[in-house]
Structures are given as C-alpha cells and as structure tokens.
C-alpha cells in the first residue's frame, strides 16, 4: 500500500514565524503536490513537483514556496505566516504515466495549521 | 469557470436508498475521472475511477460518464450510514494534474 505521511497532524504557528510542513512517500512516486483545503473553496492546488529539485507553480503560490531534494520528501514552505494561511494542508503523490491520462493521486493525513 | 463543478449539498437520503452524485467539467479533452471520498478531519481517499471508455461498478458503488454532457455521476446503492461523508469529484487535465470540485456532502439517515 501506498504511504503518504506528513510529519505533523497538528500546528500552531505565530505570524510572520517560518514555517515547514514535510512529506514523505514510500512508493517511488514521480510526482508529489501540496494542497490546501479550506471550507467552501475545496483542494487548492499550491505546487507540484514532478521530479527531484523540479517544481511548478499551482494556482495558489503566492506566500509559499517547495523543496524537493530527494524523490521520497517534498517540503511546503511559508516564508513568513500569515493568518490566512490558517489551513488543512494536504500532500499527495502519484506515479509519472506517460500519457497523462491516468494518476490517481494519495493522500497524506493532513496537517492543520493554525496561525495565531 | 471553475473546470469542475458539484452540488455542495448535502444530498440526504435513508439508508438503504440510491444516493446519487454527480459533478460537470469544462474541458472535453478529459480523459480519466475520479471519485474521493473524505470524512470529516481526515484526508481523501479513492474509491472510483473511471477512463472516457466506459462506466464502471465496484460493489454498491458504479461511476457514470457522460461525455456528451461532460458531466460524471457516483451511483451509491444500498447506502448506509458509514457513507456519510463529502465526496469529491477531480478530473485529470493533462500533465500529471486534477483538478478537484469542492465536493458534495451526503447523509444517509438510519
């Protein structure tokens, strides 16, 4: 089975701290994302990363950055928190297909951070 | 235009009922869809998918496409109350991505 795990369930943070939420998958998979999820908006997609030290902007970007040094780890990054970054931030990882057409995406616990 | 769009609900229904899910996009050129299911504070979880092929039924559970419309459906038979829970509907666009509606909610009552 496939193993996402994020390295924190749960995160209280203060404005303007920096901020690292880790990811690790243990499935060889390319590709690796990090989300956020917040009511009545649904998953938000903030960056992507498709290989090691590869990255790509999603739609939501501003305010964060990634890290992916390692296939295995893909680091969200919050230069200086702010309290609208309050948020469940979800990772996910699939496999590179060739075609595109089929990457069932999983999911990690999530963490819930809070910015006070 | 969001590209993928779902009822927020929540869609209630008795147990033991059809619970019936659907979710439009906007971009033809989808080739694969997908139903996730999350409960309340944990993360999502895949219980569907289907190509633009065909449908598909796994147990109490069968995913419809409708290329024509662009609209997929999630078919629940036989619900219980153990599927009350919001469920997403995410479409592949190309390279690697989905793109995620905002979810339907569903309560199924005892």
């Known amino acids: 089975d496939v193993k996402v795990t994020q390295s924190s369930r749960y995160l209280v943070k203060r404005t303007g701290e920096k901020v690292f939420l880790e990811c690790v998958q243990d499935?060889?998979?390319?590709?690796m994302f990090w989300y956020r999820q917040d009511p009545g908006l649904g998953l938000r997609l903030i960056y992507f990363?498709?290989?090691?030290?590869?990255?790509e902007k999603g739609d939501i970007p501003e305010g964060y950055s990634v890290s992916r040094e390692k296939k295995e780890r893909f680091s969200l990054i919050l230069e200086s928190a702010s309290t609208n970054q309050t948020s469940m931030y979800l990772c996910a990882s699939s496999t590179l297909t060739g075609t595109g057409s089929y990457n069932e995406q999983f999911f990690g616990p999530g963490t819930r951070l809070t910015v006070l | 235009q969001k590209e993928v769009e779902q009822n927020s609900g929540p869609l209630s229904v008795p147990e033991g009922a059809i619970a019936s899910l659907n979710c439009t996009y906007s971009?033809?050129?989808?080739?694969?869809f997908f139903w996730y299911r999350q409960y309340s504070g944990k993360s999502p979880e895949l219980i569907m998918f289907i190509y633009s092929n065909g449908d598909k039924e796994d147990g109490r559970f069968t995913a419809q496409l409708n290329k024509a419309s662009q609209y997929v459906s999630l078919l629940i038979r036989d619900s219980q109350p153990s599927d009350s829970a919001t469920y997403l509907c995410?479409?592949?666009?190309?390279?690697?991505?989905?793109?995620f509606g905002t979810g339907t909610r569903l309560l199924v009552s005892p």
């Open positions: 990363s498709y290989d090691v030290k590869m990255k």
């Open positions: 971009d033809r050129g989808s080739q694969s």
């Open positions: 995410a479409v592949n666009t190309g390279f690697q991505k989905l793109v």
């Open positions: 499935m060889d998979h390319e590709n």
